[in-house]
């Protein structure tokens, strides 16, 4: 089951992360979080990884809404967008929350999934 909408890019990666928040930023979403995987990972466990930034991105006009519809929500926020290295590539993806919400039965969820996913679709389309 595909979960995410990604696209390769030909930026490099902090160019990338960069124009994602900026991307982002333009379609009304803020970042509630910041997860530097490969840092995380190296401090926890001391292992390497390659580059890998996890990006909790709310649109909060959507995110009232949703929690409006269904308080239980908020175990599905924030959207989660992520920009990673591999194999020398640079990849960015989006959660697509038509499936991610698609397990919650409340039908006020599904068109304003389908709003969300329409932003982050058009913020990956665009880097």
Known sequence: MDYGYKKQLNTPYVEAVKKTKAGLAEEGFGI?????????????????????IILGACN??????????EKEIGLLL????????DGGKVFASAIL??????????PG?????AKVE???????AKL
Do not use: H, R, S, W
Request: net charge neutral.
């Open 97 to 106: 929350p038509t499936v991610a919400m698609g397990m919650v039965d409340q």
């Open 32 to 52: 509630l979080t910041e997860i530097d995987v490969k840092t995380t990972l190296k401090k926890k466990l001391n292992v390497e990884y390659d580059n890998y």
């Open 109 to 113: 969820l599904a068109d304003i999934a």
């Open 118 to 124: 329409e932003k982050l679709k058009k913020v990956i």
């Open 60 to 69: 909060p006009p959507f995110a009232y809404k949703a929690l409006q519809a």
């Open 78 to 85: 924030p959207c989660n967008v992520i920009v990673y290295e």
